[in-house]
């Protein structure tokens, strides 16, 4: 299991559990913050198609309202929860004490040290970009599709410039507005 959305200035939080068979391994898997799109987008295809997973999508008002460790947690449920046969054993990237009936082995570095925590990442990562590009038709001068709602210099000025758009976590952008 692992997240990917923790730190950017706008969009949801993540999480993806995936499920893999012991054999044959997927060529490629890695930590999804060092493989290109096309890459990520190639074998995640592979991992969905041979796994199981499940995905948790926490949107940014939750996380305004519980802060951004309680929504990674909700949403680590929401992907348990919504595996079809649950493991009961987790290796989860560094986060402790989810509200989830499985052993749970948290491992800090997971995605750079688990094959299947790297795999979870890869799922998470390409399923919340495609979110962040779609959010970039509706929002296009944050530039959500470049900067996936992270908080590059262009996605601070834009904000500084036109305000936050409904997307944004405001109890993250509070020293710009």
């Known amino acids: 299991m692992d997240e990917v959305g923790r730190g950017p200035l706008a969009g949801p939080v993540v999480v993806a559990c995936v499920v893999l068979p012991e054999e044959p391994l997927i060529e490629g898997v890695n930590d999804s913050k060092k493989l290109l799109e096309k890459k990520r987008e190639k074998i995640c295809s592979q991992i969905t198609a041979t796994g199981a997973f499940g995905v948790g999508v926490i949107d940014w008002t939750v996380i305004d309202e519980i802060n951004i460790l309680q929504a990674t947690k909700l949403a680590c449920k929401q992907a348990f929860d ?3 046969d649950k493991p009961t054993v987790l290796i ?3 986060i402790k004490d989810l509200d989830i009936c499985a052993e749970q082995i948290p491992l800090v570095h997971g995605d750079a040290l688990s094959y299947l925590v790297a795999a979870a990442s890869i799922v998470a990562k390409v399923i919340r970009d495609k ?12 530039g959500f599709a470049r900067n996936k709602g992270y908080g590059t210099a262009e996605h601070i000025e834009a904000i500084k410039r036109f305000g936050p758009c409904p997307i944004h976590r405001r109890s993250f952008i509070k020293k710009w507005i």
């Open 82 to 84: 919504n595996m079809a």
């Open 92 to 94: 989860v990237d560094a």
């Open 131 to 142: 979110m962040m590009i779609q959010y970039d038709d509706e929002y296009p001068e944050y």
